[in-house]
Nanobody, 121 residues
C-alpha cells in the first residue's frame, strides 16, 4: 500500500530554518508530481510548492516564493521542503502529496499524515 510519511517539523524561532522530508513507500513515485500543502488552525488547506517528476518544473505560492525550496531524490523516493526565513504565519500542519499531474489545486491522489511546524515570534 502506497504511503507518504512526513518528518522534520518542529518549533523554530522567526527567521530560522527547517527542512521537511516526505518519504514514500509501497510504490515508486518517480513518475509523479510531488507537492507540499499546509493548513493553519481555522484556515483551509493551501498550496505551498510542487515539483515535477524529474525536478525540472517547480511552482511556489507567492507567500513562500524566495524563502522555500522544494526538491526531490527519486532514488530515495523522497521529496524535501527547505524552509528559510520562517515567519509566524508559516505555522501550520504541512502535508506531502503525490499526483500524476502537476497541479497547485489540492485534488491529489496520495497524502501524508502531516507534520507540525510552529514558528514563534
Amino acid at each position: 500500500q502506497a504511503q507518504l510519511v512526513e518528518s522534520g517539523g518542529g518549533l523554530v524561532q522567526a527567521g530560522g530554518s527547517l527542512r521537511l522530508s516526505c518519504a514514500a513507500s509501497g510504490r515508486t513515485f518517480s513518475g509523479y508530481a510531488m507537492a507540499w500543502f499546509r493548513q493553519a488552525p481555522g484556515k483551509e488547506r493551501e498550496f505551498v510548492a510542487v515539483i515535477g517528476w524529474n525536478g525540472a518544473a517547480q511552482n511556489y505560492s507567492n507567500s513562500v516564493k524566495g524563502r522555500f525550496t522544494i526538491s526531490r531524490d527519486n532514488a530515495k523516493n523522497t521529496v524535501y521542503l527547505q524552509m528559510n526565513s520562517l515567519k509566524p504565519e508559516d505555522t501550520a500542519v504541512y502535508y506531502c502529496a503525490a499526483n500524476r499531474q502537476f497541479r497547485t489545486s489540492d485534488d491529489y491522489d496520495y497524502w501524508g499524515q502531516g507534520t507540525q511546524v510552529t514558528v514563534s515570534s
